[in-house]
């Protein structure tokens, strides 16, 4: 079983900049969020959706090794990630509360 995430420099350079510039500094903060949650602050706040991207966070946030998830669980996977990338595009947000979510104050 591999090591949960203990630092969001573990996920590459770009992945730590972008939870950088979403306000997201650590990993802690990461698995509090949740995957979930944490790739859909980061779509707010500009960030490119990847399916790759959001399949290793949540690989590592449980602590599995990205290539331990495959057929039907991996296709749940892909369905999530389809609804976080509709709603990071929600039009209805704006750039106050853009704003606003990228420094931690969310919506009620």
Known sequence: M?????????L???FDAACTAAGIASAEELRELGADAAYARLLRNGHKPHFIGYYVLVMALQGRPW?????????????R????????????????????????????
């Not at 290539?67 to 369905?79: Q, S, T, W, Y």
């Not at 039009?91 to 420094?103: C, G, H, N, V």
């Open 2 to 10: 591999a090591t949960p995430v203990s630092s969001i420099r573990n």
């Open 12 to 14: 590459g350079p770009a």
């Open 67 to 79: 290539n331990d998830c495959k057929g039907e669980e991996k296709r749940a996977l892909r369905a």
């Open 81 to 108: 990630f389809d609804a976080i990338k509709a709603q990071g595009r929600d039009p209805a947000l704006s750039e106050f509360e853009r704003m606003m979510d990228r420094i931690g104050i969310r919506r009620p």
